[in-house]
T-cell receptor
């Protein structure tokens, strides 16, 4: 069975600091991996996704994530946090042979001025 | 272009009542998904459709929940005999086709409160 673990339900960084949101997954087959962002009172928006090929994936708003098979991880990073990055972030996994998406519990990012 | 829309945005009902939640996917999207998001949790898969047929309804919690998509576009999630534990945000998403790598586009959700 697939599962997703996001380490840290809340992460707080200062504006301009590195953002690191951790995600580990469990999957019996090669996965597709996703990061979504949810701003208050808005729907989930795709930040980036890994399907095949290059393991370092670049997304919108300066975010990127690296698929590390040996560590079963897909951590999300951004070199310099902006106040507008404050939101909830969800990591998700889907089997390459399936269509059901499993989401993590989410990490709320706070950005301090 | 228009995104995924969901109506109503908020629904308050009493325990035991019947509710219907509507989802309008992006035009041309053949795949449609329903999720439920409880407070402090990530979205939980309920059901997905390819065209008019439910391809996988294994996430529906029990037989009080049912979803239809009769013409392959708009979908309705129906909940009978609502319980307080059904209170959550119900999310709908659509994608161009039913394929693992396809991007799902989410609507803003319907917030259901069962009193």
């Amino acid at each position: 069975a697939q599962s997703v673990t996001q380490l840290g339900s809340h992460v707080s960084v200062s504006e301009g600091a590195l953002v690191l949101l951790r995600c580990n997954y469990s999957s019996s087959v090669p996965p597709y991996l996703f990061w979504y962002v949810q701003y208050p009172n808005q729907g989930l928006q795709l930040l980036l996704k890994y399907t095949t090929g290059a393991t370092l994936v670049k997304g919108i708003n300066g975010f990127e994530a690296e698929f590390k098979k040996s560590e079963t991880s897909f951590h999300l990073t951004k070199p310099s946090a902006h106040m507008s990055d404050a939101a909830e972030y969800f990591c998700a996994v889907r089997n390459t042979g399936g269509f059901k998406t499993i989401f993590g519990a989410g990490t709320r990012l706070f950005v301090k001025a | 272009g228009a995104g995924v829309s969901q109506t109503p945005s908020n629904k308050v009902t009493e325990k035991g009542k019947y509710v219907e939640l509507r989802c309008d996917p992006i035009s041309g999207h053949t795949a449609l998904y329903w999720y439920r998001q409880s407070l402090g949790q990530g979205p939980e898969f309920l059901i997905y459709f390819q065209g008019t047929g439910a391809a996988d309804d294994s996430g529906l919690p029990n037989d009080r929940f049912f979803a239809v998509r009769p013409e392959g576009s708009v979908s309705t999630l129906k909940i009978q005999r609502t319980e307080r534990g059904d209170s959550a945000v119900y999310l709908c998403a659509s994608s161009l086709q039913l394929a693992g790598q396809e991007t799902q586009y989410f609507g803003p959700g319907t917030r259901l409160l069962v009193l």
